[in-house]
């Protein structure tokens, strides 16, 4: 893509993919909701913030027992500066902590990866990003895929995950 051509709009690509997510994520929600424990659906449910403009994406991953809503203010900050931005939601988070504890970081970053096919539909740079857990995920993903992502932004990242395994 050159600098003055603008870049593609989202197409149907990105449209199944974003539908394939948020299917996914009311499976989960349905199946594991626990009255007084499961926060509202809106809570969990990922999101895209789409800056028609820009052939830039930010992949801005939420943290431990968080979910896509809670870095929603992060993101709007980072779409109203241009950018795009795919918030996914974290295997067996947005659901119910017996959700969660049957899932591991592999989980996690099979969510990641799955985050970054998304974006590779509408954005030809991709940033990666996260806060606590979500940093470490987004460091770790870009140790394993180091052509996938532009750059890493990581907040308070932890030092290293106990497992990878369990």
């Known amino acids: 893509m050159s600098a003055s051509s603008p870049p593609a709009p989202p197409g149907p690509a990105t449209n199944l993919l ?9 499976q989960d929600y ?3 909701y626990k009255a007084g424990e499961s926060k509202p659906p809106e809570v969990g449910r990922p999101f895209l913030l789409i800056a028609p403009e820009s052939d830039t994406g930010v992949l801005l991953i939420h943290g431990l027992m968080a979910a896509p809503a809670e870095v929603r203010e992060w993101a709007e900050f980072l779409h109203a500066r241009g950018l795009t931005v795919y ?4 295997s067996g988070h947005g659901t119910s902590s017996g959700d969660l504890s049957t899932r591991n970081a592999n989980d996690w970053l099979s969510s990641v990866d ?5 974006l590779k539909t509408c954005c030809t740079k991709i940033l990666v990003a996260g806060f606590s857990t979500g ?5 770790q993903s870009a140790i394993l895929k180091p052509r996938d992502f532009e750059a890493v932004i990581a907040v308070s990242a932890p030092l290293r995950f ?5």
């Not at 799955?114 to 998304?118: E, K, S, T, V």
């Not at 106990?162 to 369990?166: A, D, H, I, M, R």
Request: charged letters at 25%; a positive charge.
């Open 114 to 118: 799955r985050g970054h096919a998304l």
């Open 135 to 139: 940093a470490g995920l987004a460091l």
């Open 18 to 26: 974003l539908a394939e997510e948020l299917k996914l994520f009311l």
């Open 162 to 166: 106990k497992s990878f395994s369990s």
């Open 87 to 90: 918030a996914p939601r974290l």
């Open 30 to 32: 349905e199946k594991n």
